[in-house]
């Protein structure tokens, strides 16, 4: 099955993470592919979706929702996932779901949202974020939970193969051969 692995990024540590999901995807037998969601004027052909934003102030960033606006009548027809990232720290902080995540996950009659740790390089910053930074005194650094991020694709993988009733093709050891 192709799955459209798609996230807004506004410094590239989500786009990253969609990376990672894709390739977790395509460890369990699926054929992944990764866009930014600005660029995707259709989605026919795939049969899933993985949908994710980077998170600011509460809020996904606007690529992704207008993305759910754009293919809301297609989206509703095929496996959906979401995931967020943004929290930062340790413990990772907030903790909660975006504002956003509701609307869209009934939107999109997604099946699960993940909210996932993120990065926080201050020098690729602009002046009034890295105010903003300061005043909350965010932690800087990679808090991004990579086992986590692959777990998360292996599991969608194993999803779509259940619903499929595909069984993946496995070696000796029992390991996918994707």
């Known amino acids: 099955m192709r799955v459209l692995v798609t996230a807004a990024s506004k410094h590239g540590a989500t786009a990253e993470i969609a990376v990672a999901i894709a390739e977790s995807i395509e460890h369990t037998g699926h054929h992944a592919v990764v866009a930014r969601p600005e660029e995707l004027a259709s989605i026919e052909g795939y049969g899933a979706v993985v949908l994710g934003s980077a998170v600011y102030a509460g809020h996904w960033l606007e690529e992704s929702r207008a993305f759910v606006k754009r293919h809301h009548a297609a989206l509703v027809t095929m ?3 979401l995931f967020s990232s943004g929290p930062i720290g340790d413990p990772a902080k907030p903790d909660a779901d975006p504002v956003d995540v509701s ?4 939107a999109t009659r ?3 949202h993940r909210l996932f740790p993120g990065r926080l390089s201050k020098h690729q910053l602009g002046f009034a974020e ?5 005043a909350l005194r965010a932690p800087e650094g990679d808090f991004r939970a990579w086992n986590q991020i692959d777990a998360w694709g292996r599991e969608i993988g194993r999803a779509l193969d259940a619903e499929s009733g595909v069984k993946p ?3 000796p050891a029992g ?4």
């Open 130 to 134: 890295r105010a903003i930074v300061v």
């Open 175 to 178: 390991e996918s051969a994707a």
């Open 79 to 81: 496996p959906v996932w």
């Open 110 to 112: 997604a099946r699960q």
């Open 103 to 106: 609307s869209v996950t009934t």
């Open 169 to 171: 093709e496995t070696t």
